[in-house]
C-alpha cells in the first residue's frame, strides 16, 4: 500500500502539474472558452487508462498459465522502460515543461481546432496515465494484493490532485525539484523490483532459462533445484521462505520497498543490481549535474551587476 501511494502520488501530481499548468495559461490568455475542450482531452487520457488497467485485469483469465506469463512478464518490462525513461525525461524537461507546455497551447490556439486542444489535454496527461496503469499492473500482479495495492494507489492519486490544486491556487507552497529527486530515487527502486518480477514470470513461462526449465542446475544430494553459488546462472540464487513467509507482511514490504522476494533466481538477483548501478548511477550523475549548473547560475547572476557597474564606472 505504501508503494502503490508513493506511485500514485509521484506520478499523479505530474500529471496535475501539467493540467494546471494548461489551466492557468488559457486564463491568463482569456481563453476560458477554451477550457472544456482541454478537460475533455484530459478526460479521455484517464479513460484510455483505466480501459488498458480493466483490460489487463479482466482479459487474461482466458489464457493459459504460460501466455499469461508471458503477458506479464513482457508488460512489466514494458512499464520498467516507460518508468525509466520518464525518470530521466523529468530529469532533463522539467526545467522547461511550463515553456513547452504553453507552447503547444499557443499552437493549437493559432490552428484554431477542436481537435487540436483535446489533443493537448489528452497527450499531456496520457503518458503519466499509461505508465501508472501498467506499472501498478505489475506491482499488483507481483504482490497478490490487488485491495491493498488500489487503495493505496487510489489514495495517492487523490492526495495529488488536492496537492496540484493548493499548489495552483497559492495556497501552499512545495519544493518540487526536491520531491521529484526523492521519489524519482525511490522509482529506480521500484522499476528494479519489477524488473525481477518481470524476468521471474519469463522464467515460469520457460521463455528464459531458469528453475523451471531443464537448464536449471540440480543439487547431486536432493535432486531439487540447486540454491547458492553451486545453481549459478540458471538455479536459486538464495531461498530464505523459511525465514521469511513468501505471503507474510515483511516479504511484502521488502518487495514494494526494495524489490525482495524469499525465494530469486540468479538471473533476478543479477538483473537487480546492474539495474540499480547502472540507472541508480546515471540518476546520481543527472542530479549532481543539475545542482552544479544551478549553482553556476546563481554565481553568474550574482556576479553580473557588479560587471555592469564596474562596466558604468
Known sequence: ???????????????ALV?????????????????????????????????????????????????????GGGLSLVAVAMVTWMIFWMQRAGR???STLEG???????????????????VSVAREGIETTLLLWSMVQSFGDAPSALLGALL??????????????GALRLDLRRFFAWTGGFLVIVAAGVLAYALMDLQEAGALPGPFTAAAPLDPVSGAVAVGWAAFPF?????????IAPGGALASILQATVGFMPAMTWLQV??????????GWLYVRGLRSARSSRREQRTASSSSPSLSQQGAA
Open 1 to 15: 500500500m505504501l508503494a502503490t501511494f508513493l506511485i500514485g502520488l509521484r506520478e499523479g501530481l505530474e500529471a
Open 19 to 71: 493540467v494546471g499548468i494548461l489551466v492557468a495559461y488559457l486564463r491568463r490568455l482569456g481563453r476560458r472558452d477554451a477550457l472544456p475542450k482541454m478537460w475533455a482531452g484530459v478526460g479521455l487520457a484517464i479513460a484510455l487508462a483505466l480501459a488498458i488497467g480493466a483490460v489487463l485485469t479482466f482479459g487474461a483469465y482466458e489464457l493459459t498459465f504460460q501466455a499469461q506469463e508471458l503477458i
Open 96 to 98: 522547461t515543461m511550463k
Open 104 to 122: 503547444g497551447i499557443d499552437r493549437a490556439l493559432t490552428a484554431g481546432g477542436l481537435w487540436a486542444l483535446i489533443a493537448i489535454g489528452f
Open 156 to 169: 495517492g492519486l487523490t492526495v495529488a490532485v488536492l496537492l496540484g490544486w493548493l499548489i495552483s491556487r
Open 235 to 243: 538455479g536459486w540464487a538464495f531461498d530464505v521462505s523459511s525465514a
Open 270 to 279: 543479477v538483473a537487480w543490481v546492474v539495474y540499480i548501478a547502472v540507472v
